[in-house]
């Protein structure tokens, strides 16, 4: 039940943001996964993800090139693939990535058949969802 109102809440922002102003990008995209069971660990959002809570969250994390850009915490993307259509939709930014590391995403998984159909890295599109009204 609660997987069903997370997924209802998505599709509600999106059709918010749908009369959103286009900003995208072309990041290489990764994957990483929730760690150790016990207390979990936390995201730059200030959330803390445990191995069941990481089953049901669509987060990616964003370079901090890409959040000069614009993709900030908080917001949402649509992610568009080709080679990895079950990541197609919309994702929240809750996590930032290395200083290290310029123009890529990594994306929050879980599910162990997802991350064995990826070989990573890929190019994705995102595209930013933001308000008009703003």
Request: hydrophobic fraction near 40%.
């Amino acid at each position: 039940m609660k997987t069903f109102f997370k997924m209802l809440t998505i599709l509600i922002v999106a059709l918010i943001f749908s009369n959103a102003q286009a900003q995208t990008a072309n990041p290489r995209a990764t994957y990483y996964y929730c760690g150790s069971h016990g207390m979990g660990w936390g995201v730059a959002g200030g959330e803390r993800l445990t191995p069941q809570k990481a089953k049901v969250v669509r987060y990616i994390a964003v370079s901090r090139d890409l959040e000069r850009r614009g993709f900030k915490l908080g917001m949402y993307v649509k992610v568009t693939s080709k080679y990895y259509p079950h990541l197609n939709g919309v994702w929240k930014i809750m996590d930032r990535m290395s200083s290290r590391v310029h123009n890529s995403i990594d994306f929050l998984l879980q599910n162990k058949s997802d991350r064995k159909k990826m070989t990573m890295p890929r190019r994705v599109e995102i595209e930013l969802l933001t308000s008009s009204t703003k």
